[in-house]
């Protein structure tokens, strides 16, 4: 391997030399968004090659924030970590598994799914709403149950009963002449 080379590029070049080995197609160093993707194989695998200065704590957070953005846009995310590059089997077994997401994905009995609902949304505003959302939750679980009074003349729903149920019976109680059936 050559001097030169970037920190981090040795280890990516090692994992490329497997997809090689493997006959795998990879683009190396794509621009997905704002965020830049060491691998990318096929159309939806990301890999990442984490050198030491991802066990940084602010490096840490933004490979989440990047990851957790991939993920959203529909992409699989492998990590594999500079330590386990020096391991030629790991970077085997990491090439198998490649591989083996690569062959699913191309493969035509795939079920092809659409990018999720949140790919219009901002990734920051996304992740603030799953936070409130969890804290949400989190205050649900912990409050006890209010009792709503129900109101006179006004018979409660059931426990268990659909919004569909409860339409349909307030339907029933309220029906609406039918233009059509009087001609």
């Known amino acids: ?5 970037a920190p981090g590029m040795a280890s990516e070049l090692k994992i490329i030399e497997e997809l090689r080995r493997r006959n795998v197609p990879y683009q190396h160093r794509i621009q997905i968004d704002h965020y830049e993707v060491d691998i990318l194989v096929g159309r939806r695998i990301a890999i990442e090659v984490d050198g030491y200065v991802h066990a940084a704590k602010e490096t840490i957070e933004k490979d989440e924030r990047k990851e957790l953005y991939l993920h959203d846009q529909g992409f699989i995310v492998m990590r594999i970590t500079g330590n386990e590059v020096r391991n030629r089997g790991r970077v085997r077994d990491f090439g198998r598994q490649i591989q083996e997401l690569y062959n699913k994905e ?9 990018k999720p609902l949140t790919q219009n949304l901002a990734h920051e505003g996304l992740a603030k709403l799953r936070q409130q959302l969890g ?11 209010p009792v709503r009074a129900v109101p006179e003349g006004k018979e409660p729903a059931a426990a268990n009963e659909t919004d569909e149920t409860v339409f349909r019976r307030w339907l029933e109680k309220n029906r609406v002449p039918d233009k059509d059936a009087e001609n």
């Open 106 to 114: 191309q493969s035509p009995l795939a079920v092809r799914t659409a």
């Open 1 to 5: 391997m050559d001097r030169e080379l």
């Open 135 to 145: 804290a949400e939750e989190l205050a649900k679980r912990q409050e006890p149950k």
